[in-house]
């Protein structure tokens, strides 16, 4: 398989990266002032805010108010997490262009996450799924645990694709792999996607890799190598999940573009650009980026 000649980068900062922030919960107009400043970055996908119980994510209880406030450019698809219908209505209400699903590949982890069983989810998902469609509005699947659980280890990559299948034929159209708590390696990337992509075809195929162990950069090339062309990221590297004890944010963006450019890979976004806007937004949290590239371009 050739590498893909353009990569499309879904942009996780706002949501993935601020979830996990501990302490006060961020300000509604420095979430908005984020999406903003990636909306002018070339990003053509950005998941701006998450439909969850406010009393599992205070992070993220602000979601509509998020929504509201920020200035939409055309071209750009603002999507948003929805674990169930009172989510989607949430959403629905509040103009996301798009939806997300997000189930996982590891039983403990589902209960962990969304407080029921992998079987129980799916069929919660399944009006979620029915009722963005009848408002034309498309919906994402995420498995989670996809390179191992921080609670049941090592995941057999055939429940990986059997999650990912279901998710599929229940009408998601992109399955987003998540490595939630970055514990894969390339080899280890590669036969996860092979036994995924034998039930869902590598086109409708994403990766959402978290860099806990500092091999985010390395799996994704593995994949990318695949043939997969969609990649998670969020500037300077925000974030993690909050029910995955110890797992740091997903890659950062800025690096996985500084990689793309040097393959020739096309994907529209401003490297500088994202790096400013990664520096502004941990100038806020009261750190420096954690992006590697970030902090080698330096601030200009
Ligand atoms: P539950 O407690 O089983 O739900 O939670 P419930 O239906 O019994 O409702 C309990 C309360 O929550 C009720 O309020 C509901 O109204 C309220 P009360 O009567 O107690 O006042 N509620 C809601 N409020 C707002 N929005 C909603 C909503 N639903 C119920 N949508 C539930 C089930 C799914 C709601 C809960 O477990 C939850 O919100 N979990 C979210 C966990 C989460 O957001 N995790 C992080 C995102 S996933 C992730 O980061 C991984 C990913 O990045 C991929 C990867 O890295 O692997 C995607
Ligand atoms: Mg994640």
């Known amino acids: 398989m050739a590498f893909p000649k353009h990569v499309r980068l879904f942009e996780m900062g706002a949501r993935d990266g601020l979830q996990n922030e501990s302490g006060p919960v961020i300000d509604t107009a420095i979430k908005v002032e984020l999406i903003n400043q990636l909306s002018d ?14 009393k599992w994510v205070p992070q993220m209880g602000d979601a509509s108010a998020v929504m509201a406030g920020i200035t939409r450019k055309s071209g750009i698809t603002y999507s948003a997490l929805t674990p169930n219908l009172k989510g989607l209505e949430g959403a629905i209400a509040a103009g996301v262009d798009e939806v997300a699903v997000f189930g996982a590949a590891s039983e403990a982890f589902t209960q962990k996450n969304i407080n029921c069983s992998i079987k129980e989810s799916l069929e919660r998902f399944a009006p979620v799924i029915e009722m963005a469609k009848e408002h034309n509005i498309r919906v994402r699947g995420y498995v989670s645990t996809v390179m191992g659980c921080p609670y049941d280890g090592d995941i057999d990559p055939a429940q990986v694709a059997a999650v990912s299948r279901d998710l599929m034929d229940m009408g998601c159209y992109e399955i987003s792999l998540g490595d939630t708590i970055g514990a894969g ?46 990649i998670d990221a969020s500037v300077a590297g925000l974030g993690g999940c909050p029910y995955a004890k110890g797992a740091s944010g ?49 601030c200009k």
């Open 250 to 298: 997903n890659v950062a963006t800025e690096d996985v573009l500084y990689m793309l450019n040097g393959l020739g890979i096309e994907t529209g976004v401003d490297l500088q650009k994202l790096a400013q806007t990664g520096h502004w937004i941990t100038a806020q949290l009261g750190r420096s980026s954690g992006s590697k590239v970030a902090l080698a371009l330096g």
């Open 185 to 230: 390696t390339p080899l280890k990337a590669k036969r996860m996607l092979e036994a995924v992509a034998k039930q869902v075809p590598v086109a409708n195929l994403a990766a959402h890799f978290h860099d806990t162990y500092g091999q985010a950069l390395a799996n994704l090339y593995a994949v990318v190598e695949e043939g997969v062309a969609v």
């Open 41 to 54: 970055t070339g990003l053509t996908h950005i998941e701006a805010a998450s439909f969850v119980s406010p």
